[in-house]
């Protein structure tokens, strides 16, 4: 099976896209060098360099990451980069990555398993996404990353098309931090084995997709700062629509929270006097549902109207907790919520996600006490459901069975009810084939499509399914 790195998962109702990529070897790969002087870790110079030589090995399916010999071997007598023979005098930053200014503009997420951790401890080894801005000197404007350890059986990390922005020069892979190695310890020094992400292929990885949706039952819960310090003063549950998050079928709204100071606003816990707050607060509304768990997660919905006041800071998260831990918050992936945003997502691994695990995904809203008296003034955020997202919650609902997945020149798709159309997106978001089937199971002919990814949208009693296929 040729397997297709670039995942575009369409979401065409609202014209958004969402890019996923993993390990390809069939993917150009890039090599830089950042070099550091040891003596105070002050940067010293950076250039291009040859990603064999950085000991990056690819192959089809998988990419091994080692420390670099190669500069010891060619520069130990070179009083750049050593003191004499073996001392080095500088250690360096190497990456391996992927530059395709194609992702600009959608979602972005670099996700693979990673199968070996046997580097030494001296090295650092990170996953990245990276935006650069030509018109900037070539910037790092964006840099989202995850370092890898011994503990980790996959990672993935995310960055919004918000933030990749059109005319940035987009980057995804690796960088090993770390001391010049010396070739005499190659075997020693170990390595890192990352693997493809099969899920971006075969779908053989649960993958749980949730958007907004007011059938769900929202929990509320305070925590309480206090202003003089910052320091965390006390935490409580706390009723949803008290904290002013109003949920709709299929929106939510969020605003400062305005019932404590009405409430509270005698009370010295929370006010030195009637107009001034000693606290501030972070107020979550949530859904919980731990049957998500051993699951990747996805959290992502539509951002229609951002005006609540700067004071405030608003987050989507998905957390985990560990019962068994006094509750602890094991798991925390967010990301903050901007006027310039229309949508967000933010995703978390089934090896994160532990079966036992309390899951939780929502929103919170941090800043100061809400005074009624500027309610309006104050503003809110205004979410809204993920359309293809809420579609694909509802393919258990509709006992869809597609197969043979991958395949090479007919999809046979059936159901417990009627089928009554279908239609089928290639990665640009056109469609392909549209046909009006009017019966339980259908053999339809791919064969004339192209090789890829596509995504197909089904209509059975009135309502939408869509889920992904491949064309050997």
Avoid: C
């Avoid at 320091?231 to 709709?248: C, E, I």
């Avoid at 890829?452 to 949208?457: E, L, Q, R």
Wanted: aromatic content about 10%; glycine content about 6%; proline content about 3%.
């Amino acid at each position: 099976m040729k397997k297709i790195t670039l995942l575009l998962l369409l979401i065409t109702a609202f014209g958004f896209a969402q890019n996923s990529v993993t390990v390809d070897g069939s993917q150009t790969w890039n090599g830089y060098v950042n070099a550091f002087n040891t003596s105070d870790d002050s940067y010293a110079f950076g250039f291009s360099y040859d990603v064999a030589n950085l000991k990056t090995t690819l192959t089809s399916t998988s990419v091994t990451l080692q420390p670099n010999f190669a500069i010891w071997s060619a520069e130990n007598t070179n009083p750049s980069w050593f003191d004499n023979t073996t001392t080095p005098n500088k250690y360096i930053e190497a990456s391996s990555y992927v530059e395709n200014n194609g992702l600009a503009g959608s979602d972005l997420t670099f996700s693979a398993n990673l199968d070996a951790h046997t580097i030494n401890s001296a090295y650092k080894v990170v996953a990245f996404i990276k935006a650069l801005d030509p018109n900037n000197g070539y910037a790092t404007v964006v840099n989202k990353n995850i370092v890898l350890t011994n503990g980790m059986s996959s990672f993935s990390v995310s960055a919004t098309g918000a933030e990749l922005q059109s005319g940035f020069i987009i980057q995804y892979g690796f960088s090993v931090t770390g001391a010049l190695g010396d070739p005499a310890n190659e075997t020693s020094l170990g390595s890192v084995v990352v693997t493809e992400n099969a899920s971006n292929d075969s779908g053989n990885t649960t993958n749980d997709g949730v958007t907004i949706d007011g059938s769900k039952t929202y929990n509320g819960y305070v925590n309480a700062f206090n202003t003089a310090d910052d320091s965390y003063a006390f935490g409580f549950s706390y009723d949803v629509a008290n904290l002013k998050t109003t949920v709709n079928a299929s929106t939510i709204t969020l605003q400062p929270n305005f019932a404590i100071w009405t409430a509270e606003n005698t009370n010295a816990s929370w006010f030195d006097n009637p107009t001034t707050p000693n606290k501030y607060i972070e107020a979550s509304s949530y859904v919980e549902n731990n049957g998500l768990a051993d699951s990747d997660l996805t959290f992502s919905a539509n951002i229609d109207s951002y005006t609540i006041d700067a004071g405030y800071t608003v987050v989507a998260f998905i957390k985990a907790l560990d019962p068994n831990n006094g509750y602890a918050t094991v798991v925390n992936k967010s990301v903050t919520l901007t006027s310039s945003m229309t949508s967000f997502s933010v995703s978390a691994l089934a090896a994160e996600l532990q079966a036992g695990f309390i899951i939780q995904y929502g929103f919170s809203v941090k800043g100061a006490l809400g005074n009624p008296s500027n309610e309006a003034s104050l503003g809110s955020v205004v979410l809204s459901s993920n359309a293809a997202v809420a579609s694909v919650e509802r393919n258990s609902l509709l006992n869809i069975s597609m197969y043979p997945n991958p395949t090479n020149n007919y999809l046979n798709i059936s159901s417990d009810n009627i089928i009554s159309k279908v239609s089928i997106y290639n990665i640009l978001g056109k469609q392909v084939k549209n046909i009006q089937i009017n019966e339980k199971s259908k053999n339809i002919d791919v064969s004339n499509l192209s090789k890829g990814v596509y995504m197909i949208k089904y209509t059975v009693d009135n309502t939408v399914g869509s889920s992904k296929f491949m064309k050997n």
